[in-house]
Each structure stands twice: as structure tokens, then as C-alpha cells.
């Protein structure tokens, strides 16, 4: 009897996996229009390092990171290795600075060129080569992965040096586990903003809708490993306090008197 239950056992976790692995992907159905290709101008050198910010790559050690060990450093640059690696300290609301390459040797197509990712905690700003590559534009680099396809794509040719400079303002949730401010995202790619302050739907997973499940304050962040060698360097962030969460009842309108001051 002991021996069917552990067979069934290994029998349903096979079929859990299996449907994992083969799980439908999910369409938002939204016809998005295709972003316009701007040239961003020719990549730049690494960006300063403000004195404030967490250095979380800096060319030598990926010590800040967990799985950090299977992403190979090569002169100052770190590849995209075997699994993610996510921060082992987690923060609020940041200000992120990631630079980024995708592989200058093209191959593969769509989703499979140059896939890597930059999240804050299950959210993704998508990091795709999509310089001339067709893909779903809510899937495009610049993208919020599955939500919203960025205003340009600003992407640089293979091997070149980009940027990011994304903010995540971090969703708030009561104690009851109801969002009470969602999530909002800005990126400046290649010094050209793509995301203005989008209001996040929830997770960016491939084969589920968005939604919210209540989280932590801090999250880590992570660098998505899609098997493509994107490089990485010059990786830092700097944490942003929350700004008050005000329900809209308890809001008094503006009045012009409030801006300007009394004309009497
Ligand atoms: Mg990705």
C-alpha cells in the first residue's frame, strides 16, 4: 500500500511538471501599435556611479548576488550563466541602473535572441535583442514583459552597450493581502524613455494574466537566464522612500488659492 501511494505520489508531482513545462502561453489580445525605431546616438562609456548607490555589479565580483557563482566575469563584464541570480539583499522602491549587451554573434529569432530580464521581485522589464528582430511588442526589449510594449525601441545593434535606467515603485498591500497602490514602472533605455510611469497589472509571467499576490516589501532583483549570453556591468541601484499612501476619499481638491496664495 506504502509503495502506491509513494508511486502515485511521483506519478502526480511528473504530471505537475510536465504540465508546467507544456503550460499555454497567455495572450493580453490588446493590439498594440508597433513602436517607432529611434536611434538612441552610439553606445557610451559606463555610466558614473553615484556616491549613495548600492553597487551590486561592479566589474569583479558577483558576490551580491545568490546563484552568482554560475555567471562567469570575463574582463570586468558578467555573463548571463546557468539559472537567474537575484540580489541576496532585497530593497523597497529603487532607482536601477543595469548596462547591458546583447550577444554580438545573432542567433535564433523573436523571444530567442539576446532574452534576458531585469525584475523587481515577479516583475520584469523585458532585456531582448530587438534590434531589426520581430517579436510581440509587449514582448519587445524596453517592454513590460506581457503588459506594455515601450514607446521606441531605442535598441543599439548586437554587442553594443545599452542601458537601463528603471524605476520600480513598489506595489503596497494591506495586511488583509489587498493591493492598495499598485505597482509603477518608468525606464529610460539608452537615455530615451520607453516606459512612463506605467501602472503595473501584476506579474509578468509568460502563460498566466497579471495579478497580484501579496509580497514582501523588499524584493530581491534579478537577472533572468533565458540560455542567450547577454553581458552585464556597471549594476547599481539606489533605494527610494515611499511616498504616503493617501485613499482618494480622504483627498481635499486643490484649490487655486492652495497653489498661488490668496488674491484678496
Ligand atoms: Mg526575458
Known amino acids: 500500500m506504502k509503495k502506491i501511494i509513494v508511486a502515485s505520489f511521483v506519478v502526480l508531482v511528473a504530471l505537475a511538471s510536465v504540465s508546467q513545462s507544456c503550460a499555454d502561453e497567455w495572450k493580453s489580445g490588446i493590439q498594440w501599435e508597433k513602436p517607432p525605431v529611434v536611434d538612441p546616438g552610439p553606445e557610451t562609456?559606463?555610466?558614473n556611479v553615484p556616491s549613495d548607490a548600492v553597487v551590486l555589479f561592479g566589474g569583479t565580483s558577483m558576490d551580491a548576488w545568490n546563484n552568482g557563482e554560475n555567471w562567469p566575469i570575463k574582463e570586468g563584464v558578467v555573463y548571463s550563466?546557468?539559472?537567474a541570480v537575484?540580489?541576496?539583499q532585497s530593497f523597497g522602491s529603487v532607482q536601477l541602473h543595469v548596462e547591458f549587451?546583447?550577444?554580438?554573434?545573432?542567433?535564433?529569432?523573436?523571444q530567442g535572441r539576446g532574452n534576458s530580464g531585469v525584475f523587481w521581485g515577479p516583475y520584469e522589464v523585458q532585456v531582448l535583442d530587438s534590434y531589426e528582430n520581430e517579436t510581440y511588442y509587449d514582448g519587445q526589449c524596453g517592454s513590460i514583459y506581457k503588459q506594455n510594449p515601450p514607446m521606441a525601441n531605442v535598441c543599439r545593434k548586437p554587442g553594443e552597450w545599452q542601458s537601463y535606467d528603471i524605476i520600480f515603485?513598489?506595489?503596497q498591500f494591506d495586511e488583509s493581502g489587498n493591493l492598495v497602490k499598485p505597482m509603477y514602472v518608468t525606464v529610460f533605455q539608452n537615455g530615451v524613455l520607453v516606459q512612463n510611469h506605467i501602472q503595473v497589472k501584476g506579474t509578468t509571467a509568460w502563460h498566466e494574466p497579471p495579478a497580484y499576490t501579496r509580497h514582501e516589501?523588499?524584493?530581491p532583483i534579478s537577472l533572468q537566464d533565458h540560455g542567450n549570453p547577454v553581458r552585464f556591468r556597471n549594476i547599481w541601484l539606489r533605494e527610494?522612500?515611499?511616498t504616503p499612501v493617501c485613499p482618494v476619499e480622504e483627498k481635499s481638491p486643490v484649490k487655486p488659492a492652495d497653489i498661488f496664495g490668496s488674491q484678496e
Open 240 to 242: 527610494i522612500p515611499d
Open 86 to 88: 537575484s540580489t541576496k
Open 45 to 47: 562609456a559606463p555610466a
Open 217 to 219: 516589501a523588499k524584493m
Open 81 to 83: 550563466g546557468k539559472g
Open 169 to 171: 515603485m513598489r506595489p
Open 101 to 110: 549587451a546583447t550577444p554580438s554573434k545573432v542567433s535564433g529569432s523573436g
